[in-house]
């Protein structure tokens, strides 16, 4: 059985969380109140999925989302759908700007998306 662990605690996001992960298929699903509980539940309970819910009293540093992510083999989501919001919840070394820049990555998929030239046609 897949369980999802939520991490979090407010509760109208975990109630809602809730009812989506187990629409999605996970019939096992534990909430925690912060990172520290969470590795607990994760060490006994290993989870196929982490949600952490951004909450201005949790903020965690991407090290120790990582390090649970690592030893749980689960990924980690962040809830939300204000990026700012995430920025704030996995801490100051955190940025949108990943190894390439924004514009690049776009280039990149308005050319992936353009039809390969044909190399022969069939009469």
């Known amino acids: 059985m897949d369980h999802a662990l939520i991490i979090g605690c407010d509760r109208t996001s975990i109630d809602t969380l ?28 290993p989870p196929s999925l982490i949600v952490l819910i951004p909450d201005s009293t949790l903020t965690q540093t991407t090290d120790v989302l990582r390090d649970l992510s690592e030893r749980a083999g689960a990924p980690i989501i962040v809830a939300t759908a204000d990026p700012a919001a995430a920025l704030r919840c996995l801490g100051p070394a955190v940025t949108l700007e990943g190894p390439y820049a924004t514009d690049e990555i776009a280039q990149a998929e308005v050319a992936a998306r353009r039809p390969a030239p044909a190399l022969a046609h069939a009469a």
């Open 18 to 45: 809730q009812d989506k992960l187990w629409n999605a298929g996970y019939r096992s699903i534990i909430v925690a109140r912060d990172t520290g509980e969470a590795a607990l539940v994760a060490s006994c309970c």
